[in-house]
């Protein structure tokens, strides 16, 4: 089978057709200045209609918890809300959903009492904001349901895309690694060719050393989203535990929970290729050990104790330094997750 060559742009192509959708070009292609334009100016938009629905969710909180929180399916259909525009997923079913269903009901309403009665629900994805706008009417509708879908449609590009960045430069760190790994662990070192066995192995040295600098660069840069990640998903399952608690299983509780797996997963994910980094990076050490380092020169073998000390320190990915992003810091987000809620549950038993 005919090998073929990847580049950079084959690994974040995902991320960067999602953002074109947005009007936003990652690697700035050429293309007419209109068309620049226009793509800036649906940016722009999208980001203010995402602004502009979080601000009404948000204040939408923070009084109903000023007030002491006294109906609680209200707030945590809010906090759902807020989470399906921070982290939301499932594009298609949650931006068309509830227009489907204006149009479902006021066709049932034609059958069942005639064109003259019928009405038009006007269902919107956030039922419980009201905006400046009055939606029920025609024009009204159409200006909040396309705000709401640019809304939704940035926040989820925008969760999406970073997760898929770090998983392409995770891979490409990864594969770099295993390259060094079976470069190191194949090469036989013998002493009258020492000149070659030493250019080889400055060669592989500065590779590692460039790949331990990378590594250092995506661990700062992700550092935060991936501390984002973290509470986002322990607050989501907490979340999905008290309300399937306090109200059984409904519409809206099985709406919430068709969002767990997408958070869930999105976690799982970035935990997994977190692991993979420092399999990866450890295996460098393993390979330059099995190697028949002892046939080499003198300087040879120093080269191979300057690799054998870098590759103990392994690479990561961290949740800010809160923690270690790999199936390890996964399985104990589940625990404190099931710690608080039974915490939670525990506090609200009566006495």
């Known amino acids: 089978m005919a090998e073929v060559e990847r580049y950079f742009e084959d690994f974040v192509n995902l991320p960067c057709v999602l953002l074109k959708t947005l009007g936003y070009d990652f690697l700035e292609i050429s293309r007419p200045w209109l068309a620049r334009w226009l793509m800036k100016l649906y940016f722009f938009l999208t980001l ?115 997760d898929i960045w770090l998983i392409a430069y995770a891979i490409q760190l990864c594969m770099h690694f295993d390259y060094i790994s079976r470069n190191l662990e194949s090469y036989e070192p013998m002493e009258k060719r020492q000149q070659k066995d030493l250019k080889v192995m400055a060669e592989l040295v500065r590779k590692h050393q460039v790949l331990l600098e990378l590594a250092d660069d995506l661990k700062e840069i992700f550092s935060l989203l991936v501390l984002v990640m973290l509470f986002s998903t322990v607050a989501t399952l907490f979340c999905a535990a008290v309300y399937v608690l306090t109200q059984g299983i409904n519409k809206n509780v099985l709406g919430y929970m068709a969002f767990l797996p997408t958070s869930l997963g999105q976690y799982f994910m970035v935990c997994y290729y977190g692991q993979l980094i420092i399999n990866k990076s450890l295996q460098i050490g393993e390979a330059a050990y099995s190697q028949t380092w002892y046939n080499g020169c003198q300087s040879y073998k120093k080269s191979i104790l300057a690799i054998l000390g870098r590759a103990q320190r392994q690479c990561e990915i961290n949740a800010g330094g809160f923690q270690t992003t790999n199936l390890k810091g996964f399985e104990s987000v589940m625990r404190m997750t099931f710690q608080l809620f039974t915490l939670w549950r525990t506090m609200m038993e009566p006495k």
Not at 127 to 153: C, K
């Open 48 to 162: 203010i209609c995402c602004l502009y629905c979080t601000y009404f969710v948000t204040d939408e909180i923070f009084a109903d918890i000023v007030s002491g929180a006294n109906n609680l399916p209200l707030l945590l259909r809010l906090i759902n809300d807020f989470n399906y525009n921070a982290i939301g997923i499932l594009k298609t079913l949650i931006l068309f959903s509830p227009l489907a269903e204006s149009i479902i009901e006021y066709f049932v309403d034609l059958i069942k009492v005639g064109y003259a009665d019928a009405e038009f629900t006007y269902h919107k994805l956030y039922e419980e904001q009201s905006y400046v706008v009055d939606h029920r009417n025609p024009l009204g509708y159409m200006v909040i349901y396309s705000m709401e879908v640019m809304n939704s449609h940035y926040a989820i590009v925008f969760n999406i895309c970073p």
